[in-house]
């Protein structure tokens, strides 16, 4: 088994920043892809961005690219997600997944553990 801790969400103005972590634990934290999702009130969870095992290889959702950076410390068993010029569109449920294997996809049915979600809300 793998858990996944998110924190880092909270209330934040138009403009602003915020960095989420994810701690994982329960197995080789090195060996896997990590993501990060999204999930607003009355629609359905989309990728935000990935990182492959190594970090050598990132991508981002269209509607977050330049403006939210993802990276990993394998040291630490944690992956971030740094968000800048926050709009209130970014509100919602933030998840953190750690993949099937060590290569990066964008679809979440190739990621095998979820943490439980941390809020982030941007107000205009």
């Known amino acids: 088994q793998v858990q996944l801790v998110e924190s880092g969400g909270g209330l934040v103005q138009a403009g602003g920043s915020l960095t989420l972590s994810c701690v994982a634990s329960?197995?080789?934290?090195?060996?896997?892809?990590m993501g990060w999702f999204r999930q607003a009130p009355g629609k359905e969870r989309e990728f935000v961005a990935g990182?492959?095992?190594?970090?050598?290889?990132?991508s981002y959702a269209d509607s977050v690219k330049g403006r939210f950076t993802i990276s990993r410390d394998n040291a630490k068993n944690t992956v971030y997600l740094q968000m800048n010029s926050l709009k209130p569109e970014d509100t919602a449920v933030y998840y953190c997944?750690?993949?099937?294997?060590?290569?990066?996809?964008?679809?979440?049915?190739?990621?095998?553990?979820w943490g439980q979600g941390t809020q982030v809300t941007v107000s205009s």
């Open positions: 990182i492959s095992w190594g970090g050598g290889r990132t």
């Open positions: 997944a750690a993949g099937r294997s060590r290569y990066l996809y964008t679809a979440d049915d190739q990621y095998a553990y």
């Open positions: 329960g197995r080789t934290f090195s060996n896997y892809a």
